[in-house]
């Protein structure tokens, strides 16, 4: 009986991952993109709105529920990060001109938390839950970069390196030189790696502990990221990201 109770919601969660990627979707939507029987997906459905999950509209088709809203919520509110990083961020964007991204991992992804935009009319729209793989974009790999050794080697030993932009790196021996450079340097920096004449720059964020937190990250058109500006955008990077990683109890000496 437990078995079967927990492959329900297995089945239930594959529901309402389909709303990761779809505003909403009919009852024959669903049935033709997780090939479930129509009579189960019904039965599903039926109690995901009953509990709050999902919700019908006008047109019969599903989208998903206020509930979500007040969870989402939740969660932003008790990521701590988030709360000390936001003060730091704002004035990094307003020093900086440029989009300000703040960025933690979730498993072989990089995942974007919380964002402030630029106040120019030409921006990047990234927006918040957006996700990356942790070899592609200045803000993923900073996050690869000062992953444990052994960690991080076997991500980059098993990855598939697939282009995404123009500027992704697809060369393995070019990711490792990538990294080091970035343990070095304390930054890395991409170009049309996510996206097409665009570059980031990103810096690491470290606990009290010295372990790699999050990451933070200066995102914008490539033709405002000049080589005269990026010096000063970079020190600025690096600032920001040692007064939240301060915030979090980490000292330098105890970075490693």
Same mark, same amino acid.
């Given at each position: 009986?437990?078995?079967?109770?927990?492959?329900?919601? $297995?089945?239930?969660?594959?529901?309402?991952?389909?709303?990761?990627?779809?505003?909403?979707?009919?009852?024959?939507?669903?049935?033709?993109?997780?090939?479930?029987?129509?009579?189960?997906?019904?039965?599903?459905? =039926?109690?995901?709105?009953?509990?709050?999950?999902?919700?019908?509209?006008?047109?019969?088709?599903?989208?998903?529920?206020?509930?979500?809203?007040?969870? =989402?919520?939740?969660?932003?509110?008790?990521?701590?990060?988030?709360?000390? &990083?936001?003060?730091?961020?704002?004035?990094?964007?307003?020093?900086?001109?440029?989009?300000?991204?703040?960025?933690?991992?979730?498993?072989?992804? &990089?995942?974007?938390?919380?964002?402030?935009?630029?106040?120019?009319?030409?921006?990047?729209?990234?927006?918040?839950?957006?996700?990356?793989?942790?070899?592609?974009? &200045?803000?993923?790999?900073?996050?690869?970069?000062?992953?444990?050794?052994?960690?991080?080697?076997?991500?980059?030993?098993? $990855?598939?390196?697939?282009?995404?932009?123009?500027?992704?790196? /697809?060369?393995?021996?070019?990711?490792?030189?990538?990294?080091?450079?970035?343990?070095?340097? =304390?930054?890395?920096?991409?170009?049309?790696?996510?996206?097409?004449?665009?570059?980031?720059?990103? &810096?690491?964020?470290?606990?009290?502990?010295?372990?790699?937190?999050?990451?933070?990250?200066?995102?914008?058109?490539?033709?405002?990221? /000049?080589?005269?500006?990026?010096?000063?955008?970079?020190?600025?990077?690096?600032?920001?990201?040692?007064?939240?990683?301060?915030?979090?109890?980490?000292?330098? /000496?105890?970075?490693?």
């Amino acid at each position: 009986m437990i078995q079967n109770r927990n492959k329900t919601v $297995v089945k239930s969660m594959e529901l309402l991952h389909l709303f990761i990627d779809h505003d909403r979707l009919s009852l024959q939507e669903m049935v033709e993109l997780t090939n479930m029987p129509k009579t189960s997906i019904h039965r599903m459905i =039926g109690s995901l709105e009953g509990m709050g999950f999902l919700q019908r509209g006008e047109d019969g088709k599903f989208s998903l529920g206020l509930l979500f809203l007040q969870f =989402g919520q939740l969660v932003a509110e008790r990521l701590d990060i988030r709360q000390l &990083a936001l003060p730091v961020m704002s004035a990094l964007r307003d020093e900086a001109g440029e989009a300000v991204n703040l960025i933690i991992r979730d498993g072989k992804e &990089a995942i974007y938390i919380e964002k402030l935009d630029t106040p120019h009319p030409v921006r990047l729209y990234t927006k918040i839950g957006r996700r990356s793989p942790l070899y592609a974009g &200045a803000c993923s790999r900073i996050i690869l970069s000062f992953l444990e050794e052994k960690e991080r080697e076997q991500y980059v030993r098993e $990855v598939e390196l697939v282009p995404i932009g123009r500027g992704t790196i /697809t060369d393995r021996e070019q990711l490792q030189l990538a990294i080091q450079e970035a343990r070095e340097k =304390g930054y890395t920096i991409s170009y049309s790696e996510l996206e097409n004449d665009t570059v980031a720059v990103a &810096a690491p964020i470290f606990d009290h502990e010295g372990r790699l937190y999050a990451g933070i990250s200066l995102a914008g058109p490539q033709e405002r990221f /000049t080589e005269e500006r990026l010096p000063g955008l970079i020190a600025r990077l690096k600032d920001a990201a040692e007064r939240i990683s301060a915030a979090l109890g980490w000292r330098r /000496t105890r970075r490693t």
